[in-house]
């Protein structure tokens, strides 16, 4: 499986998309398309940034009853999107009606990732929002588990438990890992973050990242810079 740096296109128009996109003359980096952009621009966003010539990861955290996350899905693997995800917490019986939905008529579906749970959850908000009472550690695993029991591909953590949850559920299983930042740059709102080396280090199989990218003097050079950290 190919390691590959996702670029988080947090943005809220297609034209400033375009705008950072148009960048990289030559280069066709994976991109993602998360909540922000395409309920601004909806399918079409994702369309046209298919016919560029890029990967998509569409990040739209699918969590609801399993006929309609099924449904959704089947919606959504028209789109040819290379990979999407949804939450784990939706239980296997919704994992695996994703799963049935997204597969199209010849078999072939886009990677289908999990959230385990999500990085600005905590112990204490787990505990007492949810009343989950096991470490976080043990829920992000057997969530992983589950994710993995239900067919799914791999799941989106942060990068410390990547190592972890190749251990729990082999290294077949991906692992795509947001909370990337340069050593020398801001952590911003990101509370537990790694360098892209210290991601591939331990066995990140996709970093994602948004801001030391989107937010850099010079996009293209900061991009650049995780591919030759984290690939090469
Ligand atoms: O700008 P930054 O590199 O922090 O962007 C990280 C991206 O990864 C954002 O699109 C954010 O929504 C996403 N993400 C995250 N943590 C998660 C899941 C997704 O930061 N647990």
Same mark, same amino acid.
Do not use: W
């Given at each position: 499986?190919?390691?590959?740096?996702? %670029?988080?296109?947090?943005?809220?128009?297609?034209?400033?998309?375009?705008?950072?996109?148009?960048?990289?003359?030559?280069?066709? +980096?994976?991109?993602?398309?998360?909540?922000?952009?395409?309920?601004?621009?909806?399918?079409?966003?994702?369309?046209?940034?298919?016919?560029?010539?890029?990967?998509?990861? !569409?990040?739209?955290?699918?969590?609801?009853?399993?006929?309609?996350?099924?449904?959704?899905? *089947?919606?959504?693997?028209?789109?040819?999107? /290379?990979?999407?995800?949804?939450?784990? *917490?939706?239980?296997?019986?919704?994992?695996?009606?994703?799963?049935?939905? !997204?597969?199209?008529?010849?078999?072939?579906? +886009?990677?289908?990732?999990?959230?385990?749970?999500?990085?600005?959850?905590?112990?204490?908000?787990?505990?007492?929002?949810?009343?989950?009472?096991?470490?976080?550690?043990? @829920? =992000?695993?057997?969530?992983?588990?589950?994710?993995?029991? *239900?067919?799914?591909?791999?799941?989106?953590?942060?990068?410390?438990?990547?190592?972890? =949850?190749?251990?729990?559920?082999?290294?077949?299983?991906?692992?795509?890992? +947001?909370?990337?930042?340069?050593?020398?740059?801001?952590?911003?709102?990101?509370?537990? @973050?790694?360098? +892209?080396?210290?991601?591939?280090?331990?066995?990140? /199989?996709? %970093? =994602?990242?948004?801001?030391?990218?989107?937010?850099?003097?010079?996009?293209?050079?900061?991009?650049?810079?995780?591919?030759?950290?984290?690939?090469?």
């Amino acid at each position: 499986m190919g390691k590959d740096v996702i %670029i988080a296109c947090d943005f809220d128009s297609a034209e400033k998309t375009f705008a950072f996109l148009d960048k990289f003359t030559g280069r066709k +980096p994976f991109v993602k398309i998360g909540m922000e952009l395409y309920y601004a621009e909806g399918p079409s966003i994702v369309k046209e940034i298919k016919k560029r010539g890029h990967k998509i990861f !569409l990040d739209l955290k699918l969590h609801d009853i399993p006929n309609t996350v099924k449904k959704s899905m *089947a919606v959504l693997s028209r789109l040819d999107v /290379d990979m999407t995800n949804l939450h784990a *917490a939706g239980t296997c019986r919704m994992m695996q009606a994703a799963i049935e939905g !997204l597969t199209r008529p010849d078999g072939t579906r +886009p990677m289908l990732i999990a959230v385990t749970q999500l990085t600005s959850t905590d112990q204490e908000s787990m505990e007492n929002d949810l009343l989950i009472k096991q470490p976080i550690a043990d @829920v =992000v695993m057997h969530y992983a588990h589950n994710a993995k029991t *239900a067919g799914l591909d791999g799941v989106v953590c942060s990068p410390l438990e990547a190592g972890k =949850v190749h251990e729990t559920c082999g290294n077949g299983f991906v692992t795509v890992t +947001p909370g990337v930042r340069f050593a020398d740059g801001d952590v911003g709102d990101q509370k537990r @973050v790694m360098t +892209p080396a210290e991601a591939k280090k331990i066995g990140s /199989d996709y %970093i =994602v990242v948004g801001r030391p990218i989107t937010a850099a003097d010079d996009p293209v050079a900061a991009y650049e810079r995780c591919v030759n950290e984290f690939c090469d």
